[in-house]
T-cell receptor, first 112, second 115 residues
Framework: LAKTTQPISMDSYEGQEVNITCSHN???????ITWYQQFPSQGPRFIIQ???TKVTNEVASLFIPADRKSSTLSLPRVSLSDTAVYYC?????????????FGKGTRLHILP | GAVVSQHPSWVICKSGTSVKIECRSL??????MFWYRQFPKQSLMLMAT?????????EQGVEKDKFLINHASLTLSTLTVTSAHPEDSSFYIC???????????FGSGTRLTVV
């Protein structure tokens, strides 16, 4: 499984756009990139998944450059409720990996 | 869709007793489930991989006799913390492979406090 590297923490203000970048230099051809959000005392929640270029859903966008060695999660107009830990995972989207290993994640703190 | 139900959400037990945590896939079959432990301000640490009908595979350093995992059906996996001690106090989370394209769905977690 590809190892990922993310900033440990980030601060931003309400209404701003937040971009969290994840490095995954050893990503394999069949790997997808998936981002999860975790609030305190809750399990991780799926946010978005992509393979290349750009993916957008109702809560976020995911930008993936052509070499796929990194990805950027973009949260538009964040609110206080977006304060959470965000994890970037790389692996087979269909769940065919033997196991999934979490990196340290990015602790995002939204300020009023 | 692809919901994983984990119970209980929190439990307090006395040192030396055993605690069972259940993880159920509600609307899909989960041949493989994963159990994680998370300490405060830290990431999820994989404890074991649970496969339906076979023995679980434990990560290095995880005591299989202390953390008993049973995956007897395609929708249920259980983790039993045997002879719990205060150092076992943690947040335990299960996850299951889903068939909905996103790969994995997580339970809501169980906060275990051993006193």
């Amino acid at each position: 499984l590809a190892k990922t590297t993310q900033p440990i923490s980030m601060d931003s203000y309400e209404g701003q756009e937040v971009n969290i970048t994840c490095s995954h230099n050893n990503i394999a051809t069949n790997d997808y990139i998936t981002w999860y959000q975790q609030f305190p005392s809750q399990g991780p929640r799926f946010i978005i998944q992509g393979y290349k270029t750009k993916v957008t859903n109702e809560v976020a966008s995911l930008f993936i450059p052509a070499d796929r060695k990194s990805s950027t999660l973009s949260l538009p107009r964040v609110s206080l409720s977006d304060t959470a830990v965000y994890y970037c995972l790389v692996g087979d989207a269909r769940g065919r990996d033997d196991k999934i290993i979490f990196g340290k994640g990015t602790r995002l703190h939204i300020l009023p | 869709g692809a919901v994983v139900s984990q119970h209980p959400s929190w439990v307090i037990c006395k040192s030396g007793t055993s605690v069972k945590i259940e993880c159920r896939s509600l609307d899909f079959q989960a041949t493989t489930m994963f159990w994680y432990r998370q300490f405060p301000k830290q990431s999820l640490m994989l404890m074991a991989t649970s496969n339906e009908g076979s023995k679980a595979t434990y990560e290095q350093g995880v005591e299989k006799d202390k953390f008993l995992i049973n995956h007897a059906s395609l929708t249920l996996s259980t983790l039993t913390v045997t002879s719990a001690h205060p150092e076992d106090s943690s947040f335990y989370i299960c996850s299951a492979r889903n068939d909905r394209g996103s790969g994995y769905t997580f339970g809501s977690g169980t906060r275990l406090t051993v006193v």
